[in-house]
């Protein structure tokens, strides 16, 4: 199994990023996947999930209507696109599997500064 994320980097606050996590390994489009974060100091913590199929999603508080969670099953990629940015949202942003004992990517840094 292998996850691949992208598409971090830095913004000013207020603006926009869209995450991706490349998968392979294992029947993506049975499997929920999600999206957490890390912050220096804190505890990595749920930024959202989404069923297999994609009909159902979930978001932690801090981020309702401001992130979108998506995926495209034919590529195997699931995203998190990201608005109105502030700087407590930066994090090193991970995305995992819900398959087997479950799987982690990388991770990838948002950084939300001016």
């Given at each position: 199994v292998q996850l691949v994320e992208s598409g971090g980097g830095l913004v000013q606050p207020g603006g926009s990023l869209r995450l991706s996590c490349a998968a392979s390994g294992f029947t993506f489009s049975n499997y929920y996947m999600r999206w957490y974060r890390q912050a220096p100091g804190k505890?990595?913590?749920?930024?959202?999930?989404?069923?297999?199929?994609?009909r159902i999603t979930n978001?932690?508080?801090?981020v309702k209507g401001r992130?979108?969670?998506?995926?495209?099953?034919?590529?195997?990629?699931v995203y998190l696109q990201m608005n109105s940015l502030k700087p407590e949202d930066t994090?090193?942003?991970?995305?995992?599997?819900n398959f087997g004992?479950?799987?982690?990517?990388?991770?990838?840094?948002?950084?939300?500064s001016s």
């Open positions: 505890e990595r913590e749920l930024v959202a999930r989404i069923s297999g199929p994609g978001y932690a508080d801090f992130f979108t969670i998506s995926r495209d099953n034919a590529k195997n990629t994090a090193v942003y991970y995305c995992y599997a004992n479950g799987y982690w990517g990388q991770g990838t840094q948002v950084t939300v």
